[in-house]
């Protein structure tokens, strides 16, 4: 059954096409843009585009100014070493649910529904190496949890 999961997965990498929506996209013109696989405790994948934050300064802009993503869209910051990793919401005006990525690719915890332009502090708790974005609402309708994990990034 696992196997059938992966070969979904990998199908569905095939298949994914990465959309610029983010809107104004011109924000994110410097992000590299790729798909992400999540493969949820139910073995069901789920391909979103993203958008990667490696850069310091890409990851101290993050999704501020943007006003909308599409459905299947977000950000995945990524850091070089395991830490306690802080997030907020200043200058978001889309609400967001934040996925904390442990290093092994598997999500730690999951802040739903964060409020816009909040600057109230959204912490890991534990080491993390990624943090992805996705519109707020997203996980809950698509069964995406603690221990589903993050498997491919093209």
């Known amino acids: 059954m696992r196997r059938w999961g992966l070969l979904c997965c990998a199908l569905l990498v095939s298949l994914a096409t990465v959309a610029q929506a983010a809107k104004p996209k011109y924000y994110l013109a410097d992000f590299t843009i790729t798909t992400a696989i999540i493969e949820?405790?139910?073995?069901?994948?789920?391909?979103?585009?993203?958008?990667?934050?490696d850069s310091r300064q890409q990851q101290a802009q993050g999704l501020m100014h943007i006003e909308q993503?599409?459905?299947?869209?977000?950000?995945l910051f990524r850091y070089s070493e395991p830490?306690?990793?802080?997030?907020?919401?200043k200058n978001t005006y889309i609400p967001?649910?934040?996925?904390?990525?442990?290093?092994?690719?598997?999500?730690?915890a999951i802040a739903r529904h964060t409020t816009p332009m909040s600057t109230a502090r959204i912490t890991s708790r534990e080491q993390?190496?990624?943090?992805?974005?996705?519109?707020?609402?997203?996980t809950e309708?698509?069964?995406?949890e603690v221990d589903d994990r993050l498997l491919t990034i093209n």
Not at 69 to 75: I, P, Q, T, V
Not at 83 to 89: C, E, L, N, R
Not at 96 to 107: E, H, K, S, T, Y
Request: aromatic share 8%; proline share 0%; with cysteine.
């Open 141 to 144: 309708e698509q069964s995406f």
């Open 69 to 75: 993503l599409d459905k299947n869209e977000g950000m």
């Open 96 to 108: 967001l649910d934040m996925a904390f990525i442990r290093q092994d690719g598997r999500v730690a």
């Open 83 to 89: 830490a306690i990793i802080t997030m907020w919401m």
């Open 40 to 53: 949820t405790s139910a073995l069901s994948c789920l391909a979103i585009s993203i958008y990667l934050a």
């Open 128 to 138: 993390v190496t990624m943090v992805l974005e996705l519109n707020a609402g997203f």
